[in-house]
């Protein structure tokens, strides 16, 4: 049978090229770079419209669209992405929360109070008293402990934010257990400083969930040398459901669609002042602004460059923006022969026009940082030593013998603005006599390589695993086996930047119990990574969104799972 | 009738179902294997590209004890013939594997996303074969005239424009500017808790609700991403239109018909356009079957949850379950619409009827 069948009657055309011809407009064949292009000279049309025909979203509704594709599951045990952290931070309470007016400490969550034992093993959380999931079932210790033992042994991608201080899926019911109703008591394997052990029980995967309506929900398991339980803790069943106490429980997610969530009348503190938050899944940009010039949004999330700036000049409508615990830098792997000389690394650091990427590539979407911790975290160094310096780069890699330059590969994935820093930096780097061949490639593809360390230059980001100072240092200056099968893939294994010395400090920096102190240690091992590490310090990322007029109170937290929305109003 | 023509008859019944089962026989070969060829190849594409599909499950912080747990459930540390093997017997017993992005059993993804797909591509052919054809017609009979060149340039202009820049240029004049359309999505927000799908086709959900407010909303929403389809499959049908009419008209039977006196209205409806529908049908198809497999552009701009992007996001994550069940509920639709067509076709034409 042919797929063409008849079509060999046809008397004056070329049928078949035709069909190939009409398919490939289907296939979508057009580049990436010409896309934006294209997209702006549709928008320049804009400039005719007079105000749009306004819809409007409901008045006691939140109507935001954001690229929600990397929601895979609503189980706090199990999920790790961005916008799921959005909506459990809202959905769920934990013990303990970050405190947005001052992001170096927390205050209480479920807990009222907490006690650390004198040799920092014991700690001992009191709750508030007569708290209620959104189910109606009373919050006790009980449910903290459930919540601690099911995320320890169903041990998916965030559960080492707790197997971290020393639970196991043997011990934990005995380290993380209820003395009583009201009183909760997590035990450590190590004298911790108690600020990492608090911050780290931020982290959704804290979050306590309602052990009564879930036990409802468990589904069987058959055991396996894997998996030693006969249930699965109702994870199955938490992937599209719901067991919290925040001030809004999800009532419906579909994924790659949408994700609506209601007000929580049970909600111990204030009450969300709106009904309902509904998230659209919208990816484009583009097709963002419309619909919020057009009123059928309220918040838009992805606004690009040209579009924020369009939404900026509108007087209908505001952008706000937050620092987010997000870092990007350029990495050179130690492996390279080149690369290794430490004069290399620094000539590098002075051929990265710093200015022109913050006032152009990275406008309004980040800012310049030169040190690997996020502005706001506990011990963040603020310094910004390095300014493009062709001569002063020259002058480095003069002394390391290399007066003539030399070549070097870069990968970089194919998405803005990395593209954009990578281009500018090829550029910057070949007036030192560097020359740089960018290998571009998808996302995955590109962090598939780097992770194998078959990589010269890459260009990436990090975002912190949990809000403590520790997250970073432990990738960026810890390394505690550089050889090629070590399991512990720092980004320093990554580039093979082999720093015993770095990785016992920022061991010894957990152990830290007093603050100011743990902060100067933090600070040491910045400074250190800013003179002599393989990475080039980009810039923090900075969320912004695009908000109606008449929508108050608005606020983008420093990380996801604190944009919290219970206070937002509409007029 | 006397005996030798009997015998005739009988002996002709008799060739004619050996060459049928012949031809099915023939057919199920060709998509068994086509079938076979296709999951091999996609399988193996799947496995050679550089991208490790457990980094899309776990994320790039997972510790590494997570990471090779995952990898074993999935079974991907056995060598690739065993992975393929396994995955063919899972097909045959009707498991398609989970989607490593969603969690999903793949067939409920699908099953999910497709009817997005074709509740568009199905309003957008209609529109296609509503306009194409008479366009088509038109520019045949008028041939050289200045409508012929009109519609040869509204053709390539929907050959020619790609459709991201032509979907937000519609978006900004007809749903920013004008107020006319809904904007990009499905349905309205506002329809979250009255709305409950059925079938997951939209506008005959709402008839089955009897929600007409619903339904006017979907089909606001529906129309200018179908009406951009329908315009590519528009430029398409309406040159082969005008190709198959010009055909027919030069045919001595329309001398023939025109020397009768028939009116040519009559002519042209009756009789060309009958004649031309035949090898029609089939363009008609091929353009519906490519509108099935999902326009990742369009889908894209109007926030369509259709298979297109369902694909193109599983592609670029090496969820090759994800990839390999889509590809195969698109190589079922092209033989499903290949077979339909051709049924039609013997239907619409006399000689192969007859034969």
Same mark, same amino acid.
């Given at each position: 049978m042919s797929t063409r069948l008849g079509i060999d009657q046809v008397p004056d055309n070329n049928t078949s090229s035709h069909t190939g011809e009409f398919r490939d407009m289907f296939m979508g064949k057009m580049n990436a770079r010409f896309r934006p292009l294209l997209a702006g000279a549709a928008l320049a049309?804009?400039?005719?419209?007079? !105000?749009p025909a306004l819809a409007g979203t409901p008045a006691d509704t939140l109507v935001q669209a954001w690229a929600? @594709? @990397?929601?895979?599951?609503?189980d706090p045990a199990e999920s790790f992405e961005l916008s799921p952290a959005e909506f459990l931070g809202n959905a769920y309470d934990m013990l303990v929360r970050l405190d947005i007016d001052d992001t170096t400490k927390v205050k209480g969550g479920v807990a009222e109070s907490w006690t650390v034992s004198d040799d920092g093993l014991t700690y001992t959380f009191k709750l508030k008293p007569g708290l209620k999931f959104a189910s109606g079932n009373p919050i006790t210790a009980e449910d903290v402990a459930w919540s601690f033992e099911r995320a320890v042994k169903l041990?998916? !991608?965030?559960a080492f934010i707790l197997t971290q201080?020393?639970?196991?899926k043997d011990n934990v019911t005995e380290k993380a257990?209820?003395?009583?109703?009201?009183t909760f008591v997590f035990t450590v394997d190590k004298s911790y400083a108690p600020s990492f052990v608090l911050n780290c029980l931020?982290?959704? $995967?804290?979050a306590v969930v309602d052990k009564k309506l879930v036990l409802e929900h468990v589904a069987p398991v058959t055991p396996s040398d894997d998996y030693k339980f006969d249930?699965?803790?109702g994870n199955a069943w938490m992937k599209t459901g719901y067991a919290g106490s925040g001030p809004f429980k999800i009532r419906d997610w579909r994924a790659n669609e949408v994700l609506v969530m209601e007000r929580n @009348?049970?909600?111990?503190?204030?009450?969300?002042?709106?009904a309902r938050v509904i998230y659209r899944h919208v990816k484009e940009s583009a097709t963002q602004r419309l619909m919020l010039e057009a009123g059928d949004i309220d918040i838009a999330r992805n606004l690009e460059p040209g579009d924020l700036e369009a939404v900026s000049k509108n007087a209908d409508l505001a952008t706000t923006s937050a620092p987010k615990g997000t870092v990007y830098y350029i990495s050179l792997n130690q492996k390279n022969p080149n690369l290794s000389k430490p004069e290399v690394r620094e000539a590098f650091k002075y051929l990265v026009d710093y200015d022109a990427i913050g006032s152009?590539?990275?406008?309004?979407?980040g800012e310049i940082r030169q040190t690997y911790q996020a502005k706001g $975290?506990?011990?963040a160094l603020e310094a !910004?030593?390095?300014?493009?310096d062709v001569a002063k780069a020259k002058e480095l890699l003069e002394k390391a013998g290399l007066k003539d330059g030399f070549s070097v590969t870069f990968d970089v994935r194919n998405s803005q603005p990395v593209t954009g820093i990578a281009e500018s930096f090829q550029q910057t780097a070949g007036e030192a006599g560097v020359k740089i061949e960018i290998i571009p490639g998808d996302g995955k593809q590109t962090l598939t390589k780097y992770r194998a360390r078959n990589h010269d230059m890459y260009i990436g980001q990090w975002g912190m695993d949990?809000?403590?100072p520790n997250s970073n240092a432990e990738t960026?200056? !810890?390394?505690p086996n550089n050889a090629? @099968?070590?399991?512990?893939?720092t980004l320093a294994w990554r580039n093979a930047w082999d720093i015993p010395q770095l990785t016992e400090q920022t061991k010894a920096a957990l152990l830290e119990r007093d603050s100011a102190k743990r902060a100067e240690m933090y600070q040491k091992l910045q400074q250190e990574a800013l003179d002599n590490s393989p990475f080039v310090m980009l810039f923090q990322q900075t969320e912004v969104a695009g908000v109606r007029?008449?929508?108050?109170?608005y606020k983008l937290g420093p990380n996801f799972d604190s944009?919290?929305?219970?206070?937002v109003t509409k007029e | 009738m006397s005996s030798t023509e009997t015998q005739q008859t009988a002996g002709r019944a008799k060739r004619r179902a050996y060459a049928i089962a012949a031809s099915v026989a023939s057919f199920l070969v060709i998509v068994v294997t086509t079938y076979l060829g296709l999951l091999a190849v996609t399988f193996f594409i799947g496995r050679v590209?550089?991208?490790?599909?457990?980094l899309a499950i776990?994320?790039?912080?997972?510790?590494a004890h997570v990471m090779d747990r995952v990898r074993e459930e999935m079974g991907l540390n056995l060598p690739y013939y065993q992975q393929f093997f396994i995955y063919v017997k899972g097909v045959l017993s009707g498991d398609f594997g989970t989607s490593?992005?969603?969690?999903?059993?793949v067939m409920t993804d699908i099953r999910r996303v497709f009817p997005a797909t074709m509740e568009l591509a199905t309003v957008g052919t209609i529109i296609g074969v509503a306009f194409g054809i008479p366009l088509g017609v038109l520019a045949a009979v008028r041939r050289g005239s200045l409508a012929d060149q009109v519609v040869r340039v509204i053709g390539l202009v929907g050959y020619s424009v790609p459709i991201f820049w032509l979907g937000l240029l519609g978006l900004l004049v007809?749903?920013?500017?004008?107020?006319w359309t809904a904007g990009p999505?499905?349905?309205?927000?506002?329809f979250e808790y009255t709305f409950t799908p059925i079938t997951g086709f939209y506008l005959l959900d709402a008839i089955l609700n009897r929600d007409w407010a619903a339904f006017r909303d979907i089909f606001a929403h529906i129309i200018l991403p179908a009406a951009l389809l329908g315009y590519f499959s528009l430029a398409y049908i309406s040159r082969m239109t005008r190709s198959f009419m010009l055909n027919e008209l030069h045919q001595e039977y329309i001398v023939a018909a025109r020397a009768k006196g028939l009116s040519e209205r009559r002519i042209i409806w009756g009789h060309a356009l009958r004649n031309a529908a035949v090898p029609l049908i089939t363009v008609i198809a091929l353009s519906y079957a490519g509108l099935l497999e999902g326009s990742v552009l369009t889908e894209s701009v109007f926030a369509w949850p259709g298979l297109g992007l369902y694909i193109t996001n599983s592609l670029q994550n090496a969820d090759m379950n994800a990839v390999l069940g889509g590809t195969i509920v698109i190589g079922s639709v092209f033989i499903a619409i290949n077979l339909l067509s051709d049924v039609l076709y013997r239907m619409l034409d006399p000689r192969t009827r007859a034969r």
């Open positions: 049309m804009i400039a005719y419209a007079g !105000s929600i @594709d @990397d929601t895979i599951t609503l041990d998916k !991608s965030p201080f020393g639970l196991t257990k209820a003395a009583d109703e009201n931020t982290a959704t $995967v804290g249930n699965d803790f @009348d049970n909600y111990y503190g204030e009450k969300a002042a709106l152009t590539l990275i406008k309004g979407v $975290v506990l011990g !910004s030593p390095y300014k493009f949990y809000w403590d960026f200056t !810890s390394n090629d @099968d070590g399991t512990v893939k007029g008449n929508v108050k109170n944009n919290f929305l219970a206070p | 590209v550089p991208i490790d599909p457990v776990v994320g790039d912080r997972a510790p490593v992005l969603t969690t999903n059993p007809f749903y920013a500017r004008l107020g999505g499905r349905i309205d927000v506002v």
